[in-house]
C-alpha cells in the first residue's frame, strides 16, 4: 500500500462509527466503477482464511470476557 493508501486507512480508523458507514458506503458506490483483476482460487482461499482466523480470534476473545 502506497503512503497516501496508509494515510487514508489511518484517517478512515480516528473516524466515529457513524462516519465510518458513511465514508464506507461512498467507497462501495464509487468503487463500483473499477476494474480489477482476475483474482485466482489461491488467493480467494487465503482471503477466506485470515477471515475466518479473525472471526474465531474475535469469538474466542467474547468467551473469555464472559
Do not use: C, N
Amino acid at each position: 500500500m502506497t503512503s497516501q493508501g496508509k494515510h487514508i486507512i489511518d484517517e478512515f480508523e480516528a473516524l466515529p462509527d457513524a462516519a465510518k458507514r458513511e465514508v464506507l458506503g461512498e467507497l462501495i458506490r464509487t468503487s463500483r466503477f473499477i476494474e480489477y483483476p482476475q483474482v485466482s482460487e489461491d488467493e480467494l482461499v487465503s482471503a477466506a482464511d485470515e477471515l475466518f482466523l479473525e472471526y474465531d480470534r474475535r469469538q474466542w476473545l467474547l468467551r473469555r470476557r464472559h
